[in-house]
């Protein structure tokens, strides 16, 4: 072998550019010069709403996200990190959670709240406020059953994970006498909260 160099291929213009790039620590400098179509690009900025593909779009906390309809429901229904009233961690786990759910403050102001309630004496028309709105809302409940049942919405069929199609249907049941319980335990349960 001669000692003639081994390398017989030629760089081209854009092949030293790109390694003077990458030595100078230009990573992204381009090399070449395109033409033809380019997409217009916009800058959003924080808080930003556009529609983008059929979807509406924004950028929160410095990422960009889609909006949807679930987005009020997942803002009501996720506990914050800080209690809104007393802007203290909400970190007692299960406790602070359900204490959330219910009254949307921490356990410690919860207790707070219901030991001042307790010294002016009004512990107990709180309560049973309480316990009335859990029975409205299971009365809301048994209505809405009730309105299926006699509108004959729910036909029995049901989808299995194959996506086979099921018939369920109660053998003998009558349907009428269901509703007239379900009516006498509505009724039960008004009664109990007046």
């Known amino acids: 072998m001669s000692n003639e160099s081994l390398l ?16 100078s620590k230009n990573y992204t400098d381009k090399t070449v010069t395109q033409v033809g179509y380019t997409k217009a690009q916009t800058d959003y900025k924080e808080g930003d709403v556009w529609e983008e593909n059929g979807k509406t779009w924004t950028i929160k906390n410095g990422i960009k996200m889609t909006i949807t309809k ?50 002016i004496g009004k512990f107990e028309e709180y309560q049973k406020s309480i316990l009335s709105r859990g029975v409205e809302v299971h009365i809301k409940e048994m209505e809405d059953i009730l309105l299926e049942l006699s509108l ?43």
């Open 152 to 194: 004959g919405i729910n036909e029995g069929s049901f989808v299995t994970e194959s996506g086979d199609v099921e018939e369920w249907k109660g053998k003998g049941v009558d349907e009428q006498e269901i509703i007239k319980d379900i009516q006498e335990y509505i009724q039960k349960l008004k009664d109990s909260i007046k």
């Open 70 to 119: 679930l987005d009020l429901v997942k803002s009501i229904l996720q506990m914050p990190l800080t209690c809104p009233e007393c802007k203290r961690a909400m970190n007692k786990g299960r406790l602070d959670k359900h204490m959330y759910s219910i009254h949307k403050k921490c356990s410690d102001c919860v207790i707070a709240h219901e030991t001042e309630l307790k010294r």
């Open 8 to 23: 017989k291929k030629e760089f081209k213009e854009r092949d030293v550019q790109r390694l003077r790039n990458l030595v």
